[in-house]
């Protein structure tokens, strides 16, 4: 049974520091890009981040470039997300997402992980 399972929340000042975590299991990791998504308050679900399969390709939207990276680690079968500079407006459940095409589409998503950014 495919698992995400995500760590790493918690809450850190504007200007401070997280590295979310997500570990998988059940599916073979190597074989899906990986993304992480946030939904804050009343808003609706947004990607964040997506790296592919061997890692060699990365996105990001527009207001966390230069201050996020993704990257993920075949071997361990997790994804991370380092995020800097955090800001208020980054407060969010973050989500850990994987897709992949192998004859059909598979889609898995972890339970999520809460950020606040908050002096």
């Known amino acids: 049974q495919a698992q995400l399972v995500e760590s790493g929340g918690g809450l850190v000042q504007p200007g401070g520091s997280l590295r979310l975590s997500c570990a998988a299991s059940?599916?073979?990791?190597?074989?899906?890009?990986m993304s992480w998504y946030r939904q804050a308050p009343g808003k609706e679900r947004e990607l964040v981040a997506t790296?592919?399969?061997?890692?060699?390709?990365?996105n990001y939207e527009d207001s966390v470039k230069g201050r996020f990276t993704i990257s993920r680690d075949n071997a361990k079968n997790t994804v991370y997300l380092q995020m800097n500079s955090l800001k208020p407006d980054d407060t969010a459940v973050y989500y850990c997402?994987?897709?992949?095409?192998?004859?059909?589409?598979?889609?898995?998503w972890g339970q999520g992980t809460q950020v606040t950014v908050s002096s």
């Open positions: 059940g599916f073979t990791f190597s074989r899906f890009d």
């Open positions: 997402n994987a897709v992949a095409t192998i004859f059909l589409r598979y889609n898995y």
């Open positions: 790296i592919t399969r061997a890692g060699v390709i990365t």
